[in-house]
């Protein structure tokens, strides 16, 4: 069985960066979908980032365009999530999830079905 952890989390300064870990483990390697999402307290989950199993094809979310960069060792079994200039709505719990491979991936919380445990991020002065 599949099974992925998040690491890397933390508290961070507003304008500074992070890259978060997932650990693939069980069933690899494989061509799944890997998707990063968060949730921020009294709001839903949303797609942050996603990379496609078939084609590595890639897509952001709107409100990290040109912040985030999603990526995948797959000698080590890893996928990374590079988030720069941060601000306070980059706060919430994210999870790293895989889903089917496809040739490219969505951003829908539903094309997924096996999740992280989810790793706090805390952008604060």
């Known amino acids: 069985q599949l099974q992925l952890v998040e690491s890397g989390g933390g508290v961070v300064h507003p304008g500074g960066s992070l890259r978060l870990s997932c650990a693939l483990s069980g069933s690899t390697p494989n061509r799944d979908d890997i998707g990063w999402f968060r949730q921020a307290p009294g709001k839903e989950r949303e797609g942050v980032s996603c990379i496609s199993g078939l084609l590595y094809w890639r897509d952001n979310a709107d409100a990290v365009k040109d912040r985030a960069l999603i990526s995948r060792d797959d000698a080590k079994n890893m996928v990374y999530l590079q988030l720069d200039d941060l601000t306070s709505e980059d706060t919430g719990v994210y999870y790293c999830?895989?889903?089917?491979?496809?040739?490219?991936?969505?951003?829908?919380?539903?094309?997924?079905?096996?999740w992280g445990q989810g790793i706090q991020v805390t952008v604060s002065s």
């Open positions: 999830a895989a889903g089917p491979g496809s040739l490219a991936c969505s951003l829908a919380g539903s094309a997924f079905q096996i």
